[in-house]
């Protein structure tokens, strides 16, 4: 099984970016997926999750109302769109899969992407 993160990269405060997450090797069509983000110096974090039909999504405060999850289950992918970016959104971003509870928790996820930088300059 394996996760695919694309999409970080260099942005000025106030700009967007998209990641993408897509899965192989088996589907998850029937669980949770969700966002996460490390900072230099800090513990992972929680940013936004997703159930397995859409319809229920989650998000830290801090990013409520300026990132919006969505997966597309045909294409076994979830995304992140990141806008009104600020310098405090810096972090490595990891995408997961495989809740079926406890979407906010680290422990609910089995499955890990290897992580994309996203850097918001001031």
């Known amino acids: 099984v394996q996760l695919q993160a694309s999409g970080g990269g260099l942005v000025q405060a106030g700009g967007s970016l998209r990641l993408s997450c897509a899965a192989s090797?088996?589907?998850?069509?029937?669980?949770?997926m969700g966002w996460f983000r490390q900072a230099p110096g800090k513990e992972r974090e929680f940013v936004a999750a997703?159930?397995?039909?859409?319809?229920?999504?989650y998000y830290a405060d801090s990013v409520k109302g300026r990132f919006t999850i969505s997966r597309d289950n045909a294409k076994n992918t979830v995304y992140l769109q990141m806008n009104s970016l600020k310098p405090e959104d810096t972090a490595v971003y990891y995408c997961?899969?495989?809740?079926?509870?406890?979407?906010?928790?680290?422990?609910?996820?089995?499955?890990w992407g290897q992580g994309t930088q996203v850097t918001v300059s001031s």
């Open positions: 997703i159930s397995w039909s859409g319809s229920n999504t």
């Open positions: 090797g088996r589907t998850f069509s029937s669980s949770g």
């Open positions: 997961a899969a495989g809740a079926v509870y406890g979407y906010r928790s680290y422990g609910s996820y089995d499955y």
